[in-house]
């Protein structure tokens, strides 16, 4: 008879937080997770933000015990749907490969453990879910040993969370809405590499670490079920936006990009203020990084930064190496002098961040 494997196998991994300058809002299938339009990222330094998996299953582990998730040291539920669609298409590639090689330990058998952790506070609109469900994905993947390229990977973090697509690359990235009802063709692509334009860098303004009041997932199902606005978004303002924000980075041309990036952050959250009952995910103090934005530029006499607001109040700001010390230094200026704006918001003032190269 042969002797149980025993061994524990193991496998980590760190995955970075992308911040979308086309916004993904609305899913057009909320059990494939597939998005009503396509949506366009830039994906930030792991040294700054970024969620450290590792993954281990053994055949050791009490199998009673079932799958677990420690994420930044409690016990998190993975019997929900999401968790449960990317482990259960992470065994289906295992399991493809034991078949396929029999003398493979049956790994995907094994019982899951996966600990995780941020280096930023979890859902305060700061994408934690993003990095999270790209880096469970990849440790699984790793751990596997899954021949699966990101793009393959793209497919399954999809499904955690619809953004954690677009953390499996570096630089610049687009997720591809699709129009397959399986969802086969809704993947994540790199459009440009951190070094084709490495001079772009990203400030945080933290205005609260709370978490957020409306979840991603729900405000966008609301928005989708009652705003008229939004259908108008999906129809014409993001195709023409995801077209004129692929020339702007092929083109390094910041101005264009500052300002598709402000005027689709301002859509999204005009279709969440259409939505009925209203969702409001910017406060006064993101309105205060908003006018803080504006005055630098228009004191610039051009477009040097770039604000953008998730499903939280935190301002990303965008610019570009050479103006760090008009963007950044203003901010802290200007938002010094604002009433409203907290000493903590900028505190929070996160050092600037270059370009994830890709993980
Ligand atoms: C505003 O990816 O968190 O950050 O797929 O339901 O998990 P689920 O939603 P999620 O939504 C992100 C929305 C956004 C815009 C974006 O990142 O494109």
């Given at each position: 008879m042969a002797t149980a494997d025993k061994k524990v196998y193991r496998a980590s991994t760190t995955a970075p937080v992308n911040i979308a300058v086309v916004k993904y809002w609305g899913k057009r299938d909320p059990k494939l997770n597939l998005p009503t339009n396509s949506s366009l990222s830039v994906t930030l330094s792991q040294a700054d933000l970024r969620t450290l998996t590792t993954a281990s299953c053994s055949?050791?582990?009490?199998?009673?015990?079932g799958d677990s998730l420690l994420l930044n040291g409690e016990a998190a539920d993975v019997t929900n749907a999401r968790t449960q669609a990317c482990f259960r298409e992470l065994r289906r590639r295992r399991a493809a490969l034991e078949a396929a090689s029999p003398?493979?330990?049956?790994?995907?058998t094994y019982p899951l453990r996966l600990v995780s952790e941020n280096n930023f506070p979890t859902a305060?609109?700061?994408?934690s879910s993003a990095a999270g469900f790209a880096a469970l994905v990849r440790a699984v993947a790793d751990l596997y040993e899954l021949p699966d390229s990101p793009a393959e990977l793209s497919l399954v973090a999809r499904q955690g969370?619809?953004?954690?697509?677009?953390?499996?690359?570096?630089?610049y990235v687009a997720w591809r809405a699709g129009s397959r009802e399986d969802g086969l063709d809704s993947v994540a692509d790199q459009v440009a590499e951190a070094a084709h334009w490495p001079e772009m860098r990203a400030v945080v303004l933290?205005?609260?670490?709370?978490?957020?009041?409306?979840s991603s997932t729900s405000g966008m199902q609301q928005t989708v079920a009652t705003s008229g606005l939004f259908r108008e978004r999906v129809a014409t303002v993001v195709p023409a936006n995801m077209a004129r924000m692929e020339k702007a980075i092929a083109d390094k041309n910041f101005e264009e990009f500052a300002e598709v990036t402000m005027r689709d952050s301002n859509s999204f959250h005009a279709t969440c203020a259409d939505t009925y009952p209203p969702i409001f995910y910017m406060n006064d103090v993101s309105r205060a990084a908003v006018r803080a934005v504006e005055a630098i530029n228009a004191h610039a006499g051009r477009a040097v930064a770039a604000y953008t607001f998730d499903a939280g109040p935190n301002a990303v700001i965008y610019y570009l190496e050479k103006d760090a010390e008009v963007v950044v230094g203003t901010l802290y200026h200007v938002l010094g002098d604002t009433?409203?704006?907290k000493r903590e918001a900028l505190s929070g003032l996160k050092a600037s961040m270059s370009l994830d190269s890709g993980v």
């Open positions: 055949a050791a582990y009490p199998a009673s015990e003398a493979l330990p049956k790994l995907s305060a609109g700061l994408a969370s619809g953004s954690a697509c677009r953390s499996l690359f570096g630089g933290v205005a609260s670490a709370e978490k957020k009041g409306v009433e409203g704006w």
